[in-house]
């Protein structure tokens, strides 16, 4: 429960994180290494098979059709996120106000990052600590058959090989980095987009999709919004993290390469981040000011999703028949319907 509630508070795809934090536990940083990518690659190809048939048939009249509905069950899973998201951490005033913001913010057309790192700096020094914080942090911490002096001597343990580890895979991490700049200066700024992305997306996969949308859609134009969803919904329809739409955009733009370097850098620093962090896993889950910025970041987030779909639904057929499925999606979401 320790390694779940310290991946909540981290960065990245938290499912992801949690797998690579049993494989430390079991074999090290190899084994974390492992137990990542293995997580995660079922979902990099399936996602790349889908996305290889995706450009090759998206013109096709009943791939329009699939994928026309598949954009109305998208609008209506984020519209029944960001509701989830509401009726959970929309504690305060504070709260419905940095949502409110954040929405607008991202409505403009502006840049998602400086309102969700606002709003979690106001939350850290002004908003009040979480009612029940994530995954129960405290409780988890008391049911966790490792007491936090196990814990630091299991950290112990590992020694200077744990830090010389996590030096080499940041060393290989940028000499691929430097290697994509002199090869292809496209696989480069893929790169470097999708960690950026990962670094900020503080409160799970979810957060990663409205930054991904503004970055592909409005900064850099790389295709519309209603590509972008085929490739939320294709990431929906595939096992794994719905950041894995990643690779979708990286093959979008830069085929297969641009897809692996994708699946690579959107989730690498949130595993750096996770090996850094486990050393001072007691003092990061008691920390209040942490438990404020996380419950910052996911209030923002509420209003970064409502405007998402307010995006999503000017990019789909208005129709009144399509206005109907969306919204009988979206009730069947609020009853228990699963996704699938």
């Given at each position: 429960?320790?390694?779940v509630?310290?991946?909540q508070c ?13 494989g430390?536990r ?10 990542y990518?293995?997580f995660?690659?079922?979902a ?5 098979a889908?996305?290889m048939?995706y ?20 609008t ?9 998201f ?18 607008i913010?991202?409505?403009?057309g502006?840049h ?8 979690m ?12 914080p ?21 950290v ?13 895979i940041v ?26 992305i ?11 999709l ?5 970055e ?7 295709m519309s919004p ?5 490739g939320?919904a294709?990431?929906h329809?595939?096992?794994?993290p719905?950041v ?12 297969l ?11 690498s ?23 404020r910025?996380l ?10 999703m ?7 639904a ?6 009144p028949?399509?206005?109907?499925i969306?919204v ?13």
């Amino acid at each position: 429960r320790v390694g779940v509630s310290l991946c909540q508070c981290l960065a990245g795809a938290t499912a992801m994180q949690v797998s690579a934090y049993v494989g430390l536990r079991a074999r090290g940083v190899a084994g974390a290494l492992v137990a990542y990518v293995g997580f995660g690659l079922p979902a990099f190809l399936f996602i790349c098979a889908l996305s290889m048939a995706y450009v090759a048939s998206k013109d096709l009249e009943p791939v329009l059709a699939v994928l026309a509905g598949l954009k109305l069950v998208v609008t209506a899973l984020i519209c029944h996120a960001a509701v989830d998201f509401a009726r959970g951490f929309l504690r305060c005033g504070l709260d419905r106000l940095l949502a409110l913001a954040a929405g607008i913010w991202l409505g403009l057309g502006w840049h998602p990052i400086p309102a969700l790192v606002g709003a979690m700096l106001v939350a850290m020094f002004m908003g009040q600590d979480p009612v029940a914080p994530p995954a129960s942090l405290v409780s988890a911490q008391k049911a966790s058959p490792a007491t936090p002096t196990q814990r630091r001597r299991w950290v112990s343990a590992l020694g200077g090989a744990y830090w010389g580890s996590l030096v080499l895979i940041v060393g290989l991490l940028a000499v691929g980095l430097a290697a994509l700049y002199a090869v292809d200066q496209g696989l480069f700024d893929l790169a470097v987009l999708m960690a950026r992305i990962d670094a900020f997306a503080f409160g799970g996969g979810y957060v990663s999709l409205p930054l991904m949308l503004h970055e592909v859609t409005v900064a850099r134009s790389w295709m519309s919004p209603a590509v972008f969803m085929d490739g939320i919904a294709l990431g929906h329809v595939t096992p794994g993290p719905v950041v894995m739409s990643a690779a979708f955009v990286g093959y979008v733009v830069k085929g297969l390469a641009g897809a692996l370097v994708a699946g690579v850098y959107v989730f690498s620093p949130s595993f750096l981040v996770l090996l850094a962090a486990v050393p001072f896993v007691d003092r990061l889950l008691a920390s209040k000011l942490m438990q404020r910025a996380l419950h910052g970041s996911l209030v923002t987030l509420v209003g970064l999703m409502a405007a998402m779909t307010a995006r999503f639904a000017l990019a789909v057929d208005g129709s009144p028949w399509a206005a109907g499925i969306a919204v009988a999606a979206f009730v069947a979401l609020r009853a228990g319907a699963d996704v699938l």
